[in-house]
T-cell receptor
């Protein structure tokens, strides 16, 4: 079963604009991670935010986490054509269950 | 350095046949994970190994699915009596240590098509 649900399912913006994707989840978590998947390729880890953190930055990426609302957002600033991909949030619920639970993803298209 | 590799990249089989999918993790990574990704969906956890033992196989859909990692490195996912619903991309990932705070590195996947 999928724990997370990304919103929107698809997003198309112009190059240079900012892109925001949201993720909601159902159960308590240890941490939340965001992954990128280019067409036909494996997933690439972008950023991990722990349950006791509220915001984290990495380059052009900014992730927020609101555990009271069970939600997270991923912001990509100054988007580039190469950012076109599917983005997934994944949660780790801990308790010895170390497999990640992924959402359905947001498909992001950056128009040149 | 070499990343996670998976073979074959594509596998087409007929309903009822047996298939094996192989994963070579990053050298030195103790934890290995298998996921399955259907079209338009996110990856779905199947099984996780810590060393040679399956630490969590709660995601395996039924007893037709089995995975091994006999020497704590390469892993094989085995599917018996394949069904059309087994068609998906099977992803393998490894991490240096076990635990959700360790980044998982994913392979390119094996696309399985059951006719």
């Amino acid at each position: 079963s999928q724990q997370g649900e990304e919103d929107p399912q698809a997003l198309s913006i112009q190059e240079g604009e900012n892109a925001t994707m949201n993720c909601s989840y159902k159960t308590s978590i240890n941490n939340l991670q965001w992954y990128r998947q280019n067409s036909g390729r494996g997933l690439v880890h972008l950023i991990l935010i722990r349950s006791n953190e509220r915001e984290k930055h990495s380059g052009r990426l900014r992730v927020t986490l609101d555990t009271s609302k069970k939600s997270s957002s991923l912001l990509i600033t100054a988007s580039r054509a190469a950012d076109t991909a599917s983005y997934f949030c994944a949660t780790d619920v801990g308790g010895g269950a170390d497999g990640l639970t992924f959402g359905k993803g947001t498909h992001l298209i950056i128009q040149p | 350095g070499a990343g996670v590799s998976q073979t074959p990249s594509n596998k087409v089989t007929e309903k009822g046949k047996y298939v094996e999918l192989r994963c070579d993790p990053i050298s030195g990574h103790t934890a290995l994970y298998w996921y399955r990704q259907s079209l338009g969906q996110g990856p779905e956890f199947l099984i996780y190994f810590q060393g040679t033992g399956a630490a969590d196989d709660s995601g395996l859909p039924n007893d037709r699915f089995f995975a091994v990692r006999p020497e704590g490195s390469v892993s094989t996912l085995k599917i018996q009596r394949t069904e059309r619903g087994d068609s998906a991309v099977y992803l393998c990932a490894s991490s240096l240590l076990a635990g959700g705070f360790n980044e998982q590195f994913f392979g390119p996947g094996t696309r399985l098509t059951v006719l």
